[in-house]
Each structure stands twice: as structure tokens, then as C-alpha cells.
């Protein structure tokens, strides 16, 4: 039914009623101060506490390329050898190439969506405030809204899942008779983010989000040459890159790696990127993209295929453990694991940080006081409460779920895919009204029908693996 209905609006069969009254408040142009402000239609309008002090517009284009880098560019990367053992080198690589230029394309609509509704005086801070305006309330309360907060905060306790088992991987070089186990590991990261999740506005984190763009970049050419290394050595595995002989199992891994790398190129973000940027936005994200791309190509093409040449049908869920055989000794030297490990941790801090802004946004705006300082003991201590509680939360289920691999082609398959895939080219469709006999309308329809039908194969495939691995993991296993 869902899919019917996301083909049913590009196709841009029916019109969307606007509903401006006072709740227009989430599609505001904001500014530092909580009074009032001009939209070009002279109304008063404020911001909520969510808007005024987590989505603070300040930034430059560069801050939006951090940003836009960090979202992106994430250890999860490291999963695409085991993509590609699903895929083989044809499909592998064409699904990356193809992966980039839609997503690269979309990011692109939903900025010129975001800049035309700017310049009609109503600024959008908020992937569910664009649909509000644009799709109507209902998509946005129960459609848009919670697949973001779902996929995003799934993000979180993915890559709390992994920042515990970098820990862990760490420990086991050092101590291979270690008695602690993965959940111990996860709390620990868990702890560490307690402390970043109180840094109080997206904008904030710009220069973190700086240093994670150069730890991005130097974990990917680390686990590249790691690969390499191995993948010319005698320690190395035989390379085999036979897919499935089993119908059903190569069929939905393929569709499970197409979740995996649409996970990979996942953000969810834009309007709230696009928000942190100092009014006028135009062509800001745009140059930001180009930064972002430009990092994408070399990051994600590198520990690709790098890693499926070394370890083929056999990478692992997380190319990292690849570089250790499968009686604990390490392939490369132990130094450089831990290196890699290192850079790795440090960046997921960074990324879960960012990820964590849309549940950060909510809370404020549920518990904060616009009209109170920022920093008044009014505001600080629900917000070190509610984000404290928030952390909590990711970091048990974290610990209860050991299945990394898994958890990532699930968050693609029900929230990137639609976020990143289909609702830009919908949201493009019915704001600008492409003529239906011109090549972007078709283009766009074409876009969000083939992913549409992609991501509920990939849902599918998804669960079909969390049943399968559900047999041999249980709760707060030690993996």
C-alpha cells in the first residue's frame, strides 16, 4: 500500500494544501533571537525552543560540508566488502557508481526545494517541516516524521554497537584472555557519548565534524592498505568471488546489499544541515555536496574494492575483522589495527553526535523554554536529563542487539532508502511542477518507482537476515 501511494505522489496526481496558520512556526526563518521576525509576508511569527537553540542558522558552506562528511562518510563504509560479497564486482561497483549519482541528485532537489520555500519567506529547519508544507500534516506526523527519528536514532545505536566493538578489538590484541565482554565495551562508548551529547547546537559541532572529515579520511586509506597488504601476503585468505549457489539465499543478499549501501550513502538530514547555514542559503549546499562528494569517491571506492579484492565471498560485516584470523592472530601489525581501530572510535563519536541532533531537537523542544536563556538552569537541566536518557537508551539496545551488519541493511531499507531515494524527487515533483512530457518528470518518477520497489524487497530481505541471525545470537551476546 505504502508503495502505492509514494507512486501515486510522483506522479503528482493529487495537490497538496498548504496549512499556514500558527503552527507555521516549524517552517520559520530563524533568527538569534526568540521575538518575532519578518517573513516576506510581514507575519509574526517564533520559534520554538528545538529551532531557536539546537538548529541555530550561523554556518558557512564549509561548516555544511563538515557536516553533510560526517553524516556520510561513516565507518559503516566498512561494511561494503560485505556488500560487495553479495553483489560480485559487476553489480558491486554499478550499485555504488549508481548509489552516488542518485543520491548526489537528490541532496540536490531537496536544497532547491528548501531555497525556493526560503525565498517565498518560509524557511524550512526540518525534514518533517518541508513536509509538512508540501505533502500535508498526516505525511509529515505519521509518515516522514517518524522514519527520520527512526532511522536516525537507529543510526546512533548502530554505531554504538560498532564504537563497542572497535573497544573490544582493541582489548583482544592486547589481552587475548580478556574476560570482558562486547556489552562492557558498548557501555564504555556509551559513557563517552553521554558527554558529547550535551554539546548544545548542530552548529557546534562544526569543527569536530572537521576533525572527523580527516579521520574518515585516514581510516579508509589505513583499512585500504591493510587490505592490500594482506591480499598480497601468504597470510591471506584464498580469494573466491563465486556468489551463492543457493537461489534464495544470492537473491535476497543481493537485496540486502542494496540496503547496505543505501544505508552507506544515507543522510536523512538535509533540511536540518541546510538549517545550521547563515541566511541567504542559495548554492550553499550545493559547493558543501561537492566537498562531501569529493571525499565519497575516494573513501568509499578505496575500502570497497580493496577490501572484497583481498577477502572476496569471505569480508566480513566489518572489514576490520577481516584483519585478524580465526585464531586471533593478526594479519598486519598489531600497532596498525589499533590505529585503525582508534581513528575509527573517534569519528563514530563524531557521527553518533550528529545523528543525535533530531532527537536533541525534540527534546528541546519538549522540555526547554524558549524564553528562558539557553543556558538558564531552567533549560540546561532538562536537557542533561532528556539527553542523558536518550544515550541510555541507544547504548542498552546496543548491547542487546550484537548484530552490526544487520541492523545497518534494516535502517537502510526503511528509513534511508525513502528519505534519500524517493521523497526528494516526490517533494521536487510537486514543488516545482515539472511539465509530465518533460525528461525530469519522468526522470524523478522513474527515480522513486525503481527505489520504491527497492526498498520494500530490501525490507524484506532485511528481516528475512535479523530471523536467520536471531538463531544463533541472544541477548547481550559476546560477538
Known amino acids: 500500500m505504502l508503495l502505492k501511494v509514494i507512486i501515486f505522489c510522483s506522479f503528482s496526481l493529487f495537490v497538496c494544501e498548504r496549512e499556514m496558520g500558527t503552527d507555521s512556526i516549524n517552517g520559520a526563518v530563524q533568527e538569534e533571537t526568540i521575538k518575532a521576525f519578518s517573513t516576506t509576508d510581514h507575519h509574526k511569527q517564533h ?21 553533510l562528511t560526517t553524516s556520510i562518510v561513516a565507518p559503516s563504509l566498512l561494511s561494503l566488502p560485505y556488500a560487495f560479497a553479495s553483489l560480485g564486482w559487476t553489480a558491486g561497483v554499478l550499485s555504488l557508481v549508481i548509489g552516488a549519482i542518485v543520491t548526489f541528485y537528490s541532496y540536490n532537489l531537496i536544497s ?11 524557511r524550512h529547519l526540518r525534514f518533517r517541516d ?3 508544507d508540501v505533502l500535508g500534516p498526516r505525511w509529515s506526523r505519521y509518515y516522514v516524521g517518524p522514519i527520520q527519528f527512526t532511522a536516525c536514532y537507529g543510526t546512533v545505536v548502530g554505531f554504538h554497537l560498532l564504537g563497542g566493538q572497535c573497544l573490544k578489538a582493541i582489548y583482544v590484541l592486547w589481552n ?16 563517552f557519548m553521554l558527554i558529547l551529547a550535551q554539546i548544545p547546537s548542530f552548529h557546534s559541532l562544526r569543527y569536530m565534524n572537521l576533525v572527523s572529515l580527516v579521520l574518515c579520511l585516514f581510516y579508509s586509506a589505513s583499512a585500504a592498505a591493510a587490505s592490500i597488504y594482506i591480499g598480497n601476503s601468504s597470510k591471506g585468505p584464498h580469494k573466491n568471488y563465486s556468489l551463492s549457489s543457493n537461489d534464495e539465499t544470492r537473491i535476497f543478499g543481493i537485496f540486502n546489499a542494496m540496503a547496505i549501501i543505501s544505508t552507506t550513502f544515507g543522510n536523512g538530514i538535509i533540511p536540518e544541515i541546510q538549517a545550521t547555514l547563515a541566511p541567504p542559503t542559495k548554492g550553499k549546499m550545493f559547493k558543501g555536496l561537492c566537498i562531501c ?7 568509499f571506492l578505496s575500502v570497497s574494492v580493496s577490501g572484497y579484492w583481498a577477502f572476496g565471498n569471505k569480508a566480513s560485516a566489518l572489514v576490520l575483522s577481516n584483519f585478524i584470523d580465526h585464531d586471533g ?19 563514530l563519536s563524531a557521527v553518533s553526535a550528529v545523528y543525535l541532533q533530531p532527537t536533541n531537537e525534540v527534546l528541546e ?8 536563556s539557553e543556558f538558564s538552569a531552567r533549560n540546561v537541566i532538562p536537557r542533561a536529563i532528556s539527553r542523558s536518557i536518550s544515550v541510555i537508551l541507544a547504548t542498552t539496545i546496543a548491547a542487546m542487539l550484537p548484530f552490526f551488519g544487520d541492523i545497518n541493511a534494516m535502517i537502510g531499507a526503511f528509513g534511508f532508502l525513502p528519505l534519500d531515494f524517493v521523497l ?34 530490501a525490507a524484506v530481505a532485511a528481516l528475512r537476515q535479523i530471523s536467520l541471525d536471531a538463531k544463533t545470537y541472544k541477548l547481550f551476546a559476546n560477538v
Open 47 to 67: 520559534l520554538d525552543a528545538g529551532a531557536l537553540f539546537v538548529l541555530k542558522s550561523k554556518g558557512s558552506w564549509w561548516h555544511s560540508g563538515y557536516h
Open 112 to 122: 532547491l526545494v528548501l531555497e525556493h520555500h526560503a525565498e517565498l519567506g518560509h
Open 130 to 132: 518541508m513536509a509538512y
Open 176 to 191: 587475548s584472555d580478556g574476560t570482558m565482554k562486547l556489552y562492557e565495551f558498548v557501555v564504555i562508548f556509551g559513557v
Open 293 to 299: 562528494y569529493a571525499v565519497i569517491i575516494v573513501t
Open 329 to 347: 592472530n593478526p594479519l598486519v601489525p598489531r600497532w596498525f589495527i589499533m590505529m585503525i581501530n582508534i581513528f575509527t572510535i573517534l569519528q
Open 365 to 372: 523542544r519538549v522540555f526547554a523554554d524558549p524564553t528562558r
Open 424 to 457: 526528494p524527487v516526490v517533494l521536487y515533483n510537486l514543488t516545482f511542477k515539472p511539465s509530465k512530457q518533460s525528461p525530469l518528470f519522468w526522470l524523478n518518477s522513474s527515480i522513486a518507482v525503481i527505489f520504491s520497489a527497492v526498498g520494500v524487497i
